[in-house]
């Protein structure tokens, strides 16, 4: 293999391994954020009178944020099917990682490349949920002030 070939694979293998993990601190961050508004809305909608019509609103709302909380944590699931990286590496000897690490770096940023690929989709996926639930518990909040005035 040429040096100019290994060069373009190193840096496409260091490019899908910094979008992997570029995906998994928004996805802390999107995590973190869904928990305090669960909690948020959890604490506030316990104290006020809520009609019918806010609280289906606001529990759609709470469950598309529930949904979203899943898809994030899916996102960050580890993925130890041993294919290609370290689970495979676990599984073979000093010589043989050697050998496939020269042979098959091809093959793990194209698995690395589909790694990230089903990451940010759970993790746009998400964000949709977070918007939409989002736009629900406001809704719920405008119902429910509606109702006290």
Request: charged fraction near 15%.
């Amino acid at each position: 293999m040429s040096t100019a070939t290994e060069k373009n694979l190193s840096a496409a293998h260091a490019e899908v391994k910094a979008e992997i993990a570029r995906t998994d601190a928004k996805t802390a961050l999107l995590l973190a954020f869904v928990g305090a508004v669960l909690a948020g809305a959890w604490t506030v909608a316990r104290d006020l009178p809520l009609n019918m019509s806010a609280c289906v609103t606001g529990g759609a709302g709470l469950t598309l944020l529930v949904g979203a909380a899943g898809l994030l944590l899916r996102s960050v699931r580890p993925n130890l099917s041993g294919r290609h990286g370290f689970p495979l590496w676990a599984t073979l000897t000093a010589e043989e990682i050697t050998a496939a690490v020269r042979r098959d770096m091809a093959a793990d940023i194209a698995g690395l490349s589909r790694l990230a690929v089903a990451k940010f989709t759970s993790l746009r996926r998400a964000v949709d949920l977070i918007a939409a639930g989002g736009l629900l518990l406001v809704l719920a909040a405008l119902i429910t002030a509606g109702g006290a005035l």
